[in-house]
């Protein structure tokens, strides 16, 4: 079964960047879309960010719009989320979905 794992999250203050990665560990990977979400304490689940198989085309949520940028390595089976002018509300645990399968999830602090 394919499984997606992320990586990268961490403290960060605000204005700052962070670069999160989700390996993937079957070469499907290329075929599909890879979706971004993130959830916050006591909040629902948000979508993000989409990128298609090629990486030609991507979608935001108006949220991250302008400040987020999706990406992918198809022969690395990695794909990526820049994050950049963070700001505290950023602050949740982020994940990759590719179909039904979910990534474990990172953790994203911004904070002084």
């Known amino acids: 079964q394919v499984q997606l794992v992320e990586s990268g999250g961490g403290l960060v203050q605000p204005g700052g960047s962070l670069r999160l990665s989700c390996t993937a560990s079957d070469s499907s990977f290329g075929t599909l879309n890879m979706a971004w979400y993130r959830q916050a304490p006591g909040q629902q689940r948000e979508w993000l960010a989409t990128i298609t198989p090629t990486g030609a085309y991507t979608n935001y949520a108006d949220s991250v719009k302008g400040r987020f940028t999706a990406s992918r390595d198809n022969a690395k089976n990695i794909a990526y989320l820049q994050m950049s002018s963070l700001k505290s509300e950023d602050t949740a645990v982020y994940y990759c979905?590719?179909?039904?399968?979910w990534g474990q999830g990172t953790q994203v602090t911004v904070s002084s």
């Open positions: 979905r590719q179909r039904t399968i």
